[in-house]
Nanobody, 125 residues
């Protein structure tokens, strides 16, 4: 069992930066791939980024590529999402997720086993 707790959300202006954190419980954090997803009001949850267990491989949604960076610190059981050049369309509840399936669709919610409660990010014009 893994418990995930996000933090770092808030209200910012367009062009600002935020760093989200996701702290995980358990001693096997380093064996999980970790993803960030977001859900805006009235919209489906969408993939943002994922980092594999080793930390050496990352994938991003096209909408955030070049602006967001996912990273992890296995010693601290924490994954981060650095968000730069924020836009109003980035406004959403951001959730982190964990999985360690051998075969998984990393860009879809069904590829993950554990979820945090989410943190709100609001970007004003």
């Amino acid at each position: 069992q893994v418990q995930l707790v996000e933090s770092g959300g808030g209200l910012v202006q367009a062009g600002d930066s935020l760093r989200l954190s996701c702290a995980a419980s358990g001693r096997t954090f380093s064996s999980y791939y970790m993803g960030w997803f977001r859900q805006a009001p009235g919209k489906e949850r969408e993939f943002v980024a994922v980092i594999l267990a080793s930390g050496g491989t990352t994938y991003y949604a096209d909408s955030v590529k070049g602006r967001f960076t996912i990273s992890r610190d296995n010693a601290k059981n924490t994954v981060y999402l650095q968000m730069n050049s924020l836009k109003p369309e980035d406004t959403a509840v951001y959730s982190c997720a964990a999985g360690r399936r051998i075969v998984a669709d990393l860009g879809e919610s069904r590829g993950y086993d554990y979820w945090g409660q989410g943190t709100q990010v609001t970007v004003s014009v």
